[in-house]
């Protein structure tokens, strides 16, 4: 079981109130993702949740139990640490099985467990190797291990992946989803990179300044994101912000639109503008497009092979379902 509960729950260091009093709830089983930018109370408010640091004020409940006061150790809780924490004089066996030795168990119930843990991560045939003899994403695995053989309530995962190169990375992501998927145990991830929460959360948990500012599935807040915050923070490449006359004519302080959700033609359409750099990915194509009286330019979605190039002059069409509009405080309109 692994359901978290925090009520209230506050974190102060010294004068700076860094999170102010939140609620939330992390149903058994869950994939959770709490996403931000650099410096927004991320990792402190996982480091509360395991008790790596005491509450200002609050309270957190583990599967109904009061856990505010519990040192780590008895929370049932186990954190991922990035793969760079193990020990490199000691075999991935060693490795694996160290937190269990210190716990005192059994060498039958560990062997148990370990051969478990390395059957699952696919890390039996390295089992008698050294970090230093595996690669980046094998010595991560050996860490996940090493949380799998606690068998926890829930796993704690702060960047696990950022570390490691892109192609890896992507690797890395896929498995523990999998690994998820296969051990149905909590898990709660922690990352400044919304890819990452929109491709492996089941809830995801944006953050500001330590401030919730959206719980919701990945695809209820790619598509109805609470303020311009969220709107602008998941998705890639971002929404498109316009202000002034044309959200006026919406009844908007700001509208927000997906490069997605824009239609070019070459000629007729609602904003007149001018073709900058284009980004090919093969499958997709982004222009970037000035339009006369809008700020930025906006960004705008094509397929993969299409007859537009720079300085171009061409007219966008947003899709009317699916512009986001916003009042002057950055809240939606509904
Ligand atoms: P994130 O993980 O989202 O990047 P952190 O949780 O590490 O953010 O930090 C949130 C804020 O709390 C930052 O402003 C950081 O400087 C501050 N902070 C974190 N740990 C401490 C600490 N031990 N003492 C003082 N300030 C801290
Ligand atoms: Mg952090």
Redesign the pocket.
Known sequence: MGRITLEKVR?A??E?E??PPLDLTIEDGEFVV?V????????????LIAGL?DVSGGQISIDGQDATELPPAKRGLAMVFQSYALYPHMSVRKNIAFPLKMAKLDQAEIDRRVNGAAEVLNLTDYIDRRPGQLSGGQRQRVAIGRAIVREPAAFLF??PLSNLDAALRVGMRLEISELHKRLATTMIY?T?DQVEAMTMADKIVV?QA?VIEQVGSPLELYRNPRNKFVAGFIGSPRMNFVEGPEAAKHDAATIGIRPEHIAVSATEGAWKGKVGVSEHLGSDTFFHVTVDGFGDPLTVRAGGEVDIHYGDTVYLTPDAEHLHRFDKDGMRLA
């Open positions: 974190k260091f010294g700076v860094v999170i709490f931000g930018p650099s410096g927004c109370g991320k990792s402190t408010l996982l480091r640091e702060d960047e922690v400044h953050l330590g």
